[in-house]
């Protein structure tokens, strides 16, 4: 889901009193739509007080519930997230079809992160080159992500004919990129380590690779680049 910037997460959730909590609902209940939006976001993840007291307890049906309101009255988010929770159907019935209609609705504002979903969801359904054909828009406006959503497909040539080389020149500019969450920066660093690994797309080199896979796991936070470190006793 969609992180709200004025939030402070916490373990599964969010904090909020439950005066708060019944402020928004208010809102929520007279039809306004960040209302909604923040009512759905609540259910979606949970919500707990300061002291650990449950406020709002985790539901992905109410969640859906609150998050077509708002999407319908336009709230460009929400259509994302309604579209997030129908194309992975947890704790609901799964309905790609509707996801890729709310998530083009919600391309009208926010294209990059739209873009990246529906490739996922094609990539999930197992249309691998729509999933590239999304992934390339996403590319084009500038996010880091699908730069390395990108590079992956074509590293193991999923949906676009294999090019190692291209694959390894698009995790770097991923890892270069401003756009683009640590994590997957990481994942970028340890896709980069596994061509010099594997010399495929550059030189196969040893100490490059372990250098790269100990800077994707700079924080301990990596499991596939530490396996590799395990494996390689470094």
């Given at each position: 889901?969609?992180?709200?910037?004025?939030?402070?997460?916490?373990?599964?959730g969010?904090?909020?009193?439950?005066?708060?909590?019944?402020?928004?609902?208010?809102?929520?209940?007279r039809?306004?739509?960040?209302?909604?939006?923040?009512?759905?976001?609540?259910?979606?993840?949970?919500?707990?007080?300061k002291?650990?007291?449950?406020?709002?307890?985790?539901s992905?049906?109410?969640?859906?519930?609150?998050?077509?309101?708002?999407?319908?009255?336009g709230?460009?988010s929400?259509?994302?997230?309604?579209?997030?929770?129908?194309?992975?159907?947890?704790g609901?019935?799964?309905?790609?079809?509707?996801?890729?209609?709310?998530?083009?609705?919600a391309l009208r504002?926010?294209?990059?992160?739209?873009?990246n979903?529906?490739?996922?969801?094609?990539?999930?359904?197992g249309?691998?080159?729509?999933?590239?054909?999304?992934?390339?828009?996403?590319?084009?406006?500038?996010?880091?992500?699908?730069?390395?959503?990108?590079?992956?497909?074509?590293?193991w040539?999923k949906?676009?004919?294999?090019n190692?080389?291209?694959a390894?020149q698009?995790?770097?500019?991923?890892?270069?990129?401003?756009?683009?969450?640590e994590?997957?920066?990481?994942?970028?660093?340890?896709l980069?380590?596994l061509?010099?690994?594997?010399?495929?797309?550059?030189?196969?080199?040893?100490?490059?690779?372990?250098k790269?896979?100990?800077?994707?796991?700079?924080?301990?936070d990596?499991p596939t680049?530490?396996e590799?470190?395990?494996?390689?006793?470094?």
């Open positions: 889901m969609e992180a709200h910037p004025l939030r402070n997460r916490t373990w599964g969010y904090t909020a009193s439950a005066s708060n909590w019944r402020k928004v609902l208010a809102r929520a209940k039809g306004d739509p960040e209302a909604e939006w923040d009512v759905g976001e609540r259910y979606a993840d949970g919500c707990k007080d002291r650990g007291r449950i406020v709002v307890k985790r992905p049906k109410k969640a859906l519930e609150w998050l077509r309101r708002s999407a319908e009255h709230n460009s929400a259509q994302n997230n309604v579209a997030n929770l129908l194309s992975n159907g947890n609901i019935r799964k309905n790609v079809s509707e996801a890729f209609k709310w998530y083009k609705k504002t926010d294209g990059s992160m739209v873009a979903n529906i490739a996922i969801t094609y990539r999930q359904i249309n691998y080159r729509a999933a590239v054909r999304w992934f390339r828009r996403g590319v084009r406006e500038g996010d880091g992500e699908a730069l390395l959503q990108l590079g992956i497909h074509y590293y040539g949906g676009v004919r294999r190692s080389k291209a390894v698009l995790f770097r500019r991923a890892i270069r990129s401003k756009n683009i969450s994590g997957d920066r990481d994942d970028a660093f340890f980069l380590g061509a010099h690994y594997e010399g495929e797309g550059v030189k196969d080199s040893l100490p490059k690779a372990l790269l896979f100990q800077r994707a796991n700079v924080d301990d990596n680049a530490r590799f470190l395990r494996r390689l006793n470094a």
